[in-house]
């Protein structure tokens, strides 16, 4: 299984910003995907998860309300969008891949993407 992370860049305070993870070399439905982050200096964080069956979304408390998770069957990807960016959010996200999901911790999660920078100025 392979994923393939895009759409980061340098947004300002407030801006937004969309992400892309699109699967391949697996069956999509069989796979929940979630995105994490690693701020600088810090340790990779769960930011948003999306189950394979039900299509049901969880989110980070420190992204409710702001990052929305949503995936596109037909063309094997999901999407990360972010709204009201702030600085906090400066991070390498990365997307992920388990077709077993236990748990939001990233050291359980099976496939990863390459990171995506993103970058919110103040």
């Known amino acids: 299984v392979q994923l393939q992370a895009s759409g980061g860049g340098l947004v300002e305070t407030g801006g937004s910003l969309g992400l892309s993870c699109a699967l391949s070399g697996g069956t999509f439905s069989n796979f929940s995907v979630g995105w994490f982050r690693r701020p600088p200096g810090k340790e990779r964080e769960y930011v948003a998860v999306i189950r394979r069956r039900t299509g049901n979304t969880k989110y980070a408390d420190s992204v409710t309300g702001r990052f929305t998770i949503s995936r596109d069957v037909t063309k094997s990807t999901v999407y990360l969008q972010m709204n009201d960016l702030n600085p906090e959010d400066t991070a390498d996200y990365y997307c992920?891949?388990?077709?077993?999901?236990?748990?939001?911790?990233?050291?359980?999660?099976?496939?990863w993407g390459q990171g995506t920078q993103v970058t919110v100025s103040s």
């Open positions: 992920a891949a388990t077709a077993f999901f236990r748990s939001n911790d990233p050291r359980l999660w099976d496939f």
